[in-house]
């Protein structure tokens, strides 16, 4: 029978010893590989292990997903062969496209095995003080400013309801843009973590409330973030 490794990558480039080693011969097991980004994987193995030989496995690019990489994947699956599947960054299937190909090795009755790595969701959730009993990753917001500011008052109405966190991203050029919409249209109470270049050199997850990022915000342009909300009475 097929198993199907779930591969974490890192978060940050020199963050390695984020990765147990036991991923190593977990990798070593597989013949064929699904990467979402296939130079980045590459590169990332070969630090892992320099004696791994790259070319000894057969690679499929699944930055999205179409019936080609589909049928790979399945075929690989009735062959009975051993398959990874890693994430450009941190946990497939988590706010990735590796979920696609998950849902199908679900229903084939694959062995799937999911492997200890990052997730920049939980790592920025277990430090920011928030509520971790319940909680909703969104994903990315709007990027029509009209329509992010209704998305995120309305996610903030939702967030005091249920007293939940919300997480969300956004593309590193336009962190600046967001953390001013959300300062600005967010309830002075409300509590928002920021959280920077997780396990990277420049980490820093640091939750203040919306008025107290007005006053002093940082930039965050270009920098990999995340950002989590909490809405308090």
């Known amino acids: 029978m097929s198993t199907v490794y779930l591969v ?6 020199d963050a390695l ?3 147990p080693a036991y991923i190593i011969d977990c990798i070593k097991n597989c013949s064929i590989i699904f990467a979402e980004n296939e130079r980045t994987v590459r590169r990332f193995i070969k630090a892992l292990d320099a004696s791994i030989t790259i070319d000894q496995f057969e690679w499929h690019t699944i930055h999205k997903i179409e019936s080609e990489q589909i049928i790979h994947f399945k075929s690989a699956i009735q062959s009975q062969k051993n398959i990874a599947i890693i994430s450009e960054a941190g ?3 988590i706010a990735d496209p590796g979920q696609q190909l998950i849902a199908i090795a679900q229903k084939m009755n694959c062995i799937i095995k999911p492997l200890v790595g990052p997730s920049s969701i939980l790592l920025s959730l277990m ?6 009993q319940q909680f909703e990753f969104v994903g990315y917001l709007p990027i029509d400013n009209t329509e992010r500011i209704k998305k995120i008052k309305e996610l903030e109405s939702n967030s ?3 007293q939940s966190t919300k997480i969300f991203i956004e593309t590193p050029y336009r962190n600046n843009q967001l953390l001013e919409t959300i300062v600005q249209h967010c ?4 509590k928002i973590c920021i959280g920077v270049d997780i396990t990277g050199k420049q980490e820093s997850i640091v939750t203040k409330t919306a008025k107290e990022w007005r006053i002093n915000k940082p930039n965050l342009h270009k ?11």
């Open 160 to 162: 005091l309801k249920q």
């Open 17 to 19: 010893f984020t990765i």
């Open 8 to 13: 974490p990558n890192i978060l940050a480039e």
């Open 91 to 93: 946990c497939p299937g």
């Open 127 to 132: 430090a920011s003080g928030l509520n971790g």
């Open 187 to 190: 309830a002075a109470n409300t």
């Open 223 to 233: 920098i990999p973030v995340i950002f989590l909300l909490l809405a308090e009475r």
